[in-house]
């Protein structure tokens, strides 16, 4: 088929095609536009219409006049005060014995002996003692690590089973410590 247009009324249409689909993006996107701030009014007014009642709501009770606690109100919050003080405190103060006798063994532990278990107990009478379980490479060094908890004041009694030492190396090993 002959084309039988020129070359510059070919330009002139494609400009005007081009014009045309720039004008149809334009007007789609302004309706895009416009259906979504009609959308919007709506949630728009009702945040306003709720940020206005809460500013009121606020303003009346900033005006109210707060009433004074009576006497015996007082005295019952310095009473529960005192008494949570008071159970704060003890639980505070209620492991920090164990707390450094745990931090001492932790310290003394000597990079060749292994511990596999630590344990704790309180008998009827309150003795508080501290197991400690694990492996020695040899006898010197675990009568070294017995003998490092012998003169602390933390610990009233060391006691290291002599079955522990029968083996001569990789010894299981057993030492109970007794809380001051």
């Not at 247009?5 to 536009?33: D, M, N, S």
């Not at 344990?119 to 492996?135: N, P, Q, R």
Request: net charge negative; charged share 25%.
């Amino acid at each position: 088929m002959i084309n039988l247009l020129p070359v510059e009324e070919k330009k002139q249409i494609a400009a005007e095609y081009h014009f045309r689909v720039l004008i149809l993006y334009l007007v789609t996107t302004g309706l895009c536009f416009l259906v979504a701030s009609v959308a919007l009014l709506p949630s728009f007014f009702l945040s306003s219409l709720k940020e206005h009642l809460a500013t009121a709501k606020w303003e009346n009770l900033k005006s109210l006049p707060v009433p004074e606690p009576d006497k015996e109100t007082i005295e019952g919050i310095k009473d529960v005060n005192s008494k949570t003080s008071l159970i704060e405190d003890a639980e505070k103060k209620k492991f920090l014995v164990l707390e450094n006798a745990f931090d001492t063994v932790i310290a003394r532990k000597m990079t060749d002996i292994k511990l596999t278990a630590i344990d704790y107990e309180k008998d009827e009478a309150g003795v508080k003692t501290i197991g400690i379980h694990g492996l020695a490479p040899n006898r010197e060094r675990l009568l070294l690590f017995r003998q490092s908890f012998e003169g602390d004041p933390l610990f009233s009694k060391v006691d290291l089973p002599i079955s522990n030492f029968v083996k001569g190396t990789d010894i299981d090993f057993s030492l109970k410590l007794t809380v001051s």
